[in-house]
Structure formats: structure tokens, C-alpha cells
């Protein structure tokens, strides 16, 4: 037999109800905000994420579905949405008209992860990207539209925050923590003095518990915040204190992508295992100039679907339209041209297999339908048909036309 690829899910009945659930008022919510839907292609150039994820990045070194296609371009599934989102707006020249563009996007992203719990190698993200505002009230607006989504689906989170600066304060930063990673050099593992050359932040990344010993003393951006960040950062700050939204700062928060500056956060939420990560982002100013745009602020953010999905209840709809069957074989054409009429205004599920009443009342019971139809002999001389409503629990007889 041939199964699904390790770490890869379908998504069958009655997942599927959450996920329509999820996609149905996150969609609505964001467009609250003013995001428009985008779709942008699951396959790119690999260079795309090379050049914005990064090569120092975990997803970039060791995690991308990477192959030459039939005309011997290095291409792979995208690991993540914002990096084919950003191609789109510059090869569409939306950085050359400027002024505000708002972006949402879900569908599958592809990471060669070791899969386990809420970990998995095909996954679904929802995303935003928000661009041409540099202003701190951007910052607020996401992440008070993510806190929005979450309490909407009842989730339990945590709000890390954290600032990664701008080349101005990450420069002479980067040099203090490199000194300070030579003073503990013989204590970090393999990965730590790799991530030295390429991207020492990351370092805080690490879960190898010496290292995370060692780390305690080393010195922190948010201590060496440029002034133009600092400003930043505790306006952004201001604004959630005012909104009353709860958060933490965690200095740790590096995220796991090269492209952010300032602003940084992720929901975690205590009811998912280790994976405890709903969603993350940040502001990333400098990618639209990276690949090739022209310089304009962004920020945005993802939410893992099935993350999230592990989480939410999707209420019990009420009862909605009919189920349609027949009692004997002689009543089935009918019931077709009966069951075919009304679908022109209502929801209808048609059996097209002659069965008793009581079949007939489990089927339409099992479906949801609000009236279950039937029609037998007695019906079909007398050109009715029975209906029972099978909410208020009333039946009764009506001419067939
Ligand atoms: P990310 O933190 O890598 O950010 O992913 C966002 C979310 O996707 C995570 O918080 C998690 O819920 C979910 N996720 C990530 N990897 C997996 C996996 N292997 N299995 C299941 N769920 C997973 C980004 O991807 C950025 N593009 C977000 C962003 C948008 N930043 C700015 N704009």
C-alpha cells in the first residue's frame, strides 16, 4: 500500500470542518484590516530563499525540498510565504508606485524537518505581509489583528517580544558578542561555532542546555539598541501597554529567519507540546531592497494552521436544507427532479438508493439536514411528498408541486 510521505498529512473529514472554520473568519478578520488575498507559486528558484531566509538559517542549511527540475533549474517548495510574496511585489513593480499594500496568503509551506508532535514536513501557514509603513502603529495594528485572530479561536497564548535592531546598532553589536562567544568558546557546542561565522545571534537559538549556561552573561541587543530603535521599540511597547496587551520580552527571541530587524515576536500558547509556537513574525525593512526592490518597510507574520487547528472547536451548526430519498425504486426519478429543483435555493443531500424510512430519517440526521423528504407508493399516487423537520419534530404531507 502506498501511504502519505512521513510527516505529511491529508486532511479528511472532520479536520477539514476546523480548517474552513479557521481559513472562513481569519480571512474575514484580516480583511478588517485592510489585507487582500495573494497567492503566490509553491515552487520557486532557490536562490529566493537563499538570498532572504539566509544561508545561516536552520531552514535554508538543512530543511529545503531542493532539486533541479526537467530544464535543470535549482528550484524548491518554499519553506515559508514571505519570500515569494516579496518576489511577487517587486517583479510586479508595487515598490515603485509605493504608498500602502496589505497582503494574506495560507496554503502549504515545506520544511525536511524531523517530524513529531505539531511538527511537520508539509504544513499549512497563514500569513500577512504589510508594506510601505515604517511607523511602530504598524507593529501594534499586526500583532493586535494576531491577538485578535487567537482570541476569536479561544487559544491560550503568550506574547513574546523582542527587538533586533538595524545594521547601525547590529554591526558594533554583532562585534561585542563575538568577543564575548571567544571568552566561551571551548563551552559552546559544534552549531554554536558554526552560527559564530555565519549569524552569531542565533546563538540564543541553541537548546543544548551548556550552551545555554554559557549564554546567560552574554551581552544583549536589546541593551545596545541603536537610538532610532530604542525609540522604536519602547513606542510599540507604549501602545500595547495602553491596549492592555500582555507581553514578554524575551531577549531570546532571534526567530529563526535572517530577514527581520526590530520588531520580532511570537505567540506561544502552553497547550501545545514542544512545538509551542501559533505564530511569529517581525518587521523586515531591508528585504524589498535585497532583492532588488526598491527600500520599503515591511512587517508581517504567520500562523501555523495545524498548530492552531490542534486547538480550536468548531461549534455545532445548526441544522440547514434538505435530504431527499426514496421508499421504493419507482420513486427515485422523481425524487432526482424533486431533490434537483430545490438545490436552485437550498442546501440538499439526495440518496439515489431506495430505502426504509427509518434508513432514510438516520441518513438525513447524519447529514445535518433540517428536512428530511421522502417519497413511497402513497406519495407517488397522490403526487406528494412526506417531510419531517427534524428540528421542531413536526411531519407532515405536501403536494408534490
Ligand atoms: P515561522 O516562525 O518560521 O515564520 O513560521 C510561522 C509559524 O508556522 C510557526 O509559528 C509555526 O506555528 C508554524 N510552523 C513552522 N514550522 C512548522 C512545521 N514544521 N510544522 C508545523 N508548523 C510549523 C515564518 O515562516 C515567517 N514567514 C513569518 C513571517 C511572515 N514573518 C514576516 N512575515
Known amino acids: 500500500m502506498i501511504t502519505a510521505l512521513r510527516g505529511m498529512k491529508d486532511i479528511l473529514p472532520p479536520q477539514n470542518q476546523k480548517f474552513e472554520y479557521f481559513l472562513k473568519h481569519t480571512s474575514k478578520i484580516v480583511k478588517k484590516y485592510g489585507f487582500e488575498f495573494i ?33 535543470g533549474n535549482d528550484v524548491c517548495l518554499r519553506p515559508e510565504g514571505t519570500a515569494g510574496v516579496v518576489r511577487a511585489f517587486v517583479e510586479k513593480k508595487l515598490d515603485r508606485i509605493g504608498g500602502i499594500n496589505r497582503f494574506f496568503y495560507y496554503g502549504p509551506m515545506f520544511r525536511y524537518e524531523r517530524p513529531q508532535k ?17 511607523s511602530h502603529f504598524e507593529d501594534a495594528n499586526i500583532i493586535l489583528m494576531t491577538k ?71 551581552p544583549r541587543l536589546n541593551q545596545h539598541l541603536c537610538q532610532s530603535c530604542d525609540t522604536h521599540f519602547s513606542a510599540l511597547r507604549d501602545i500595547l501597554d495602553d491596549q492592555k496587551i500582555a507581553y514578554e520580552l524575551d531577549p531570546n527571541l532571534v526567530r529563526g529567519l535572517d530577514y527581520y530587524n526590530q520588531t520580532a515576536f511570537e505567540f506561544i500558547s502552553g497547550d501545545l507540546g514542544a512545538q509551542n509556537a501559533v505564530a511569529g513574525g517581525g518587521r523586515y525593512d531591508k528585504l524589498v531592497s535585497f532583492l532588488n526592490g526598491k527600500e520599503t518597510p515591511a512587517i508581517g507574520f504567520a500562523i501555523g494552521i495545524e498548530r492552531l487547528m490542534e486547538m480550536i472547536e468548531v461549534p455545532q451548526t ?69 417531510i419531517k423537520d427534524l428540528e421542531e419534530k413536526t411531519e407532515y404531507t405536501a403536494p408534490l408541486d
Open 118 to 134: 505539531g511538527r511537520f514536513r508539509q504544513f499549512h501557514q497563514f500569513g500577512v505581509e504589510s508594506f510601505g509603513i515604517q
Open 318 to 386: 445548526s441544522r440547514e436544507g434538505y435530504y431527499f430519498g426514496a421508499l421504493c425504486p419507482q420513486a427515485i426519478d422523481t425524487v432526482f427532479k424533486v431533490a434537483t429543483k430545490q438545490r436552485q435555493s437550498d442546501k440538499v443531500t439526495l440518496s439515489y438508493e431506495k430505502k426504509s424510512l427509518k434508513a432514510h430519517l438516520k441518513a438525513a440526521d447524519r447529514s445535518n439536514a433540517r428536512y428530511c423528504a421522502v417519497i413511497g407508493e402513497d406519495e407517488l399516487a397522490n403526487q406528494t411528498i412526506w
Open 39 to 71: 497567492e503566490t507559486p509553491l515552487l520557486e528558484e532557490t536562490a529566493l530563499f537563499k538570498r532572504s531566509v539566509g544561508e545561516s538559517s536552520d531552514i535554508v542549511g538543512k530543511e529545503m525540498y531542493q532539486f533541479l527540475d526537467k530544464g
Open 148 to 218: 485578535e485572530i487567537l482570541d476569536f479561536f479561544g487559544i491560550n497564548y503568550t506574547l513574546k517580544l523582542n527587538s533586533l535592531g538595524c545594521p547601525t546598532c547590529m554591526t558594533p553589536y554583532r562585534k561585542t558578542l563575538i568577543d564575548f562567544l571567544d571568552s566561551v568558546h571551548n563551552t559552546l557546542c559544534e552549531d554554536c561555532h558554526r552560527r559564530k561565522e555565519t549569524n552569531p545571534i542565533r546563538v540564543f537559538d541553541c537548546k543544548n542546555e551548556h550552551c545555554q549556561t554559557a549564554l546567560k552573561p552574554a
